[in-house]
Nanobody
Framework: QVQLVESGGGLVQAGGSLRLSCSAS????????MGWYRQAPGAQRELVAA???????NYADSVKGRFTISRDNAKNILYLQINSLKPEDTAVYYC???????????WGQGTQVTVSS
């Protein structure tokens, strides 16, 4: 089992920045790919950014150039640097970790990001 705990969310004005963190514990060596998802009220959960164990990254078009995903494998922490925040970035942000081949998928409890205009 793997436990994921997000932190770093909050209320910020448009144009501001936040850094989200996701600390992993438990059987962390089973985790290969990790990602950040978000879910706005009334909307489906969507992938924001993903990173492989080797560091290859992938971003949703809506966040390219503004969001940066990174991971510290030694500390078992996943990060999401969010710059130039927009009101439409308001959502609950979730951390996800998957085992090889996506056999198992783990989720954190989410952290709220609210952007005021």
């Amino acid at each position: 089992q793997v436990q994921l705990v997000e932190s770093g969310g909050g209320l910020v004005q448009a144009g501001g920045s936040l850094r989200l963190s996701c600390s992993a514990s438990g059987n962390v060596f089973s985790i290969y790919d990790m990602g950040w998802y978000r879910q706005a009220p009334g909307a489906q959960r969507e992938l924001v950014a993903a990173i492989t164990l080797g560091g290859t990254t992938n971003y949703a078009d809506s966040v390219k150039g503004r969001f940066t995903i990174s991971r510290d494998n030694a500390k078992n922490i996943l990060y999401l640097q969010i710059n130039s925040l927009k009101p439409e970035d308001t959502a609950v942000y979730y951390c996800n970790g998957e085992t090889l081949g996506g056999l198992d998928s783990y989720w954190g409890q989410g952290t709220q990001v609210t952007v005021s205009s």
